[in-house]
């Protein structure tokens, strides 16, 4: 779940941030506050496998316009605070694998 989701990119002016909720519909919390002003697109959530750190995609625009093309991966704490960047990506729907 995240607010103004990368599918709304274009539509809204207002910032994208990351909360959590427990199963029960009980605790909602926001974890980043880094979205402000519209110019940032946090979403495609998904835990890693211990449940410490979720990995998101963020968009990220210098003006009115977001393009697919400054897609990034980062990682945000479980327990909330800002995205750490791992590596520029091209592409969405980041999810985490056991390498073989």
Known sequence: MNSYDLNGVNSTSHPSNLPVIKPDGFGLRQLTHSSIGGLMRIGQARWDLNGTRIVVSILIATGPAFTFADVHLAF?????????????????????????
């Open 76 to 100: 945000v704490a479980a327990s909330g605070g800002e995205p750490v960047l791992i590596s520029p990506m091209s592409g969405q729907y980041p999810d985490l694998r056991p390498t073989p």
